[in-house]
């Protein structure tokens, strides 16, 4: 997906309300999806984390990324389930 911004201006412009540094509520609301299909994500590894304790910790960087917002990394599966 390309939205004709320069990957700096993604990380200025967009989801700008949520910190650099996702839990997993945050997520939740940055994507509009329940918490099973948030876990589903990250257990299958469609969006990186790291685990500090029991928490998920999410850099927004890893949703930029699943969104295919940076580095071109939308597949045609992806795109086909529109995201």
């Known amino acids: 997906m390309n939205l004709g911004l320069p990957q700096d201006e993604i990380y200025t412009t967009m989801f700008t309300e949520y910190p650099d540094l996702l839990d997993s509520d945050q997520l939740c609301k940055m994507l509009k999806i ?3 299909t948030a876990y589903r994500l990250l257990r299958e590894g469609r969006i990186k984390y790291r ?3 029991t928490e998920y910790k999410i850099p927004k960087v890893f949703v930029f990324d699943y969104l295919g917002l940076v ?3 939308m597949d045609a599966e992806q795109a086909q389930e529109g995201g």
């Open 34 to 36: 329940c918490k099973g």
């Open 51 to 53: 685990k500090v304790g």
């Open 71 to 73: 580095n071109g990394n």
